[in-house]
T-cell receptor, first 107, second 114 residues
Framework: DAKTTQPPSMDCAEGRAANLPCNHS???????VYWYRQIHSQGPQYIIH???NNETNEMASLIITEDRKSSTLILPHATLRDTAVYYC????????FGAGTRLTVKP | GAVVSQHPSRVICKSGTSVKIECRSL??????MFWYRQFPKQSLMLMAT?????????EQGVEKDKFLINHASLTLSTLTVTSAHPEDSSFYIC??????????FGPGTRLTVL
């Protein structure tokens, strides 16, 4: 599976958009980009995934660059409950986790 | 999304005993389930992949005789930590894959070995 690079931590003000970047420069053509998050002491929660096109659901938006070498997860209006570790994963088979980004939403 | 449950949510046991953790897909059938382990302040590490009716595939460095996995039905996989020791204390998380290739995770089981 391709590896991903994410910043170790980010802060965001409550009510503002949180933009979480992910680099996956070695992604192959059939690998999807997945985003999960893990709130302390819980199992990972699925957020969104995509292949080429931008995707949006009730939780977030996923922007994938045209060359697919990077993507951004956007939480449009972050709340305190969005404080978590966010994992960007590229996969075609097993789901393997990197270190993720610890997002802290501040009041 | 689909729901995956784990039981128990936390367990404390004495060194040398065996502990069984159950993982169930509640509203879908999962031909493949996965087991992960997470130590404090670290990411999830894949331990093994479990396919219904066949032997599990273990990741390098994971002892198959210590971590027994059984996937007897399309909705249930079990992980048994045999002869547990304090270094096996960890957060164990399972996940199940749907026929649409989506993967949903359980809430995790915190194992403490005294």
């Amino acid at each position: 599976d391709a590896k991903t690079t994410q910043p170790p931590s980010m802060d965001c003000a409550e009510g503002r958009a949180a933009n979480l970047p992910c680099n996956h420069s070695t992604i192959s053509g059939n690998e999807y980009v997945y985003w999960y998050r893990q709130i302390h002491s819980q199992g990972p929660q699925y957020i969104i995934h995509g292949l080429k096109n931008n995707e949006t659901n009730e939780m977030a938006s996923l922007i994938i660059t045209e060359d697919r070498k990077s993507s951004t997860l956007i939480l449009p209006h972050a709340t305190l409950r969005d404080t978590a570790v966010y994992y960007c994963i590229v996969r075609v088979g097993d789901m393997r986790f990197g270190a993720g980004t610890r997002l802290t939403v501040k009041p | 999304g689909a729901v995956v449950s784990q039981h128990p949510s936390r367990v404390i046991c004495k060194s040398g005993t065996s502990v069984k953790i159950e993982c169930r897909s509640l509203d879908f059938q999962a031909t493949t389930m996965f087991w992960y382990r997470q130590f404090p302040k670290q990411s999830l590490m894949l331990m093994a992949t479990s396919n219904e009716g066949s032997k599990a595939t273990y990741e390098q460095g994971v002892e198959k005789d210590k971590f027994l996995i059984n996937h007897a039905s399309l909705t249930l996989s079990t992980l048994t930590v045999t002869s547990a020791h304090p270094e096996d204390s960890s957060f164990y998380i399972c996940s199940a894959k749907t026929i649409w290739d989506e993967q949903f995770f359980g809430p995790g089981t915190r194992l403490t070995v005294l």
